[in-house]
T-cell receptor, first 113, second 112 residues
Framework: DAGVTQSPTHLIKTRGQQVTLRCSPKSGHDTVSWYQQALGQGPQFIFQYYEEEERQRGNFPDRFSGHQFPNYSSELNVNALLLGDSALYLC????????????FGQGTRLTVV | QKEVEQNSGPLSVPEGAIASLNCTYSDRGSQSFFWYRQYSGKSPELIMSIYSNGDKEDGRFTAQLNKASQYVSLLIRDSQPSDSATYLCASNFEYNFNKFYFGSGTKLNVKP
């Protein structure tokens, strides 16, 4: 049973560039949430996708956008990268949107230089 | 402001002792609570979930929830060096969505 998979695991980008991160949820899960974790901090909620729509959004600018595909996989796009976007980006999958346990992928470490 | 607060630690305990990790939250409407373990450089791993007042036990782990005091704790019995990690407390403040608010984590060191 495949868990949550994310790609790539590491990424280095230049300020101003754009980046796309990918996530495949755990088998049987239909909801994908994205989190940003800065060093020494807890994960911060970016947004959640369910039924191919963005259902909830955290306090992140419009430079952060996403998409969910019919097979429940998801992408996170970040435009006009800033140095402050350097962080561990985590994808969490769950079944449905109501108070269910969420399981994280291994994360993508993004470094903006 | 919806917040989850944790002592950053580090909390140091000797091998075999009980480690007690604590968490408070700001919103009385919180519905569910989760403890995650995160090793350095790795992603969070779900340890326990708790939804009702009282204790919930799973192996060496016990989660305790007191909604009146807005307080969640995690007890780790017979602590092992492999338990050394950062423990993240999370709460779902939203009734209709799985939107987790995380504390900044407590670093636990178990000394052999």
């Amino acid at each position: 049973d495949a868990g949550v998979t994310q790609s790539p695991t590491h990424l280095i980008k230049t300020r101003g560039q754009q980046v796309t991160l990918r996530c495949s949820p755990k088998s049987g899960h239909d909801t994908v949430s994205w989190y940003q974790q800065a060093l020494g901090q807890g994960p911060q909620f970016i947004f959640q996708y369910y039924e191919e729509e963005e259902r909830q959004r955290g306090n992140f600018p419009d430079r952060f956008s996403g998409h969910q595909f019919p097979n429940y996989s998801s992408e996170l796009n970040v435009n006009a990268l800033l140095l402050g976007d350097s962080a561990l980006y985590l994808c969490a999958s769950s079944l449905g949107t109501l108070h269910t346990e969420a399981f994280f992928g291994q994360g993508t470490r993004l470094t903006v230089v | 402001q919806k917040e989850v607060e944790q002592n950053s630690g580090p909390l140091s305990v000797p091998e075999g002792a009980i480690a007690s990790l604590n968490c408070t939250y700001s919103d009385r409407g919180s519905q569910s609570f989760f403890w995650y373990r995160q090793y350095s450089g790795k992603s969070p791993e779900l340890i326990m979930s708790i939804y009702s007042n009282g204790d919930k036990e799973d192996g060496r782990f016990t989660a305790q929830l007191n909604k009146a005091s807005q307080y969640v704790s995690l007890l780790i019995r017979d602590s092992q060096p492999s338990d050394s990690a950062t423990y993240l407390c999370a709460s779902n403040f939203e009734y209709n969505f799985n939107k987790f608010y995380f504390g900044s984590g407590t670093k636990l060191n178990v000394k052999p």
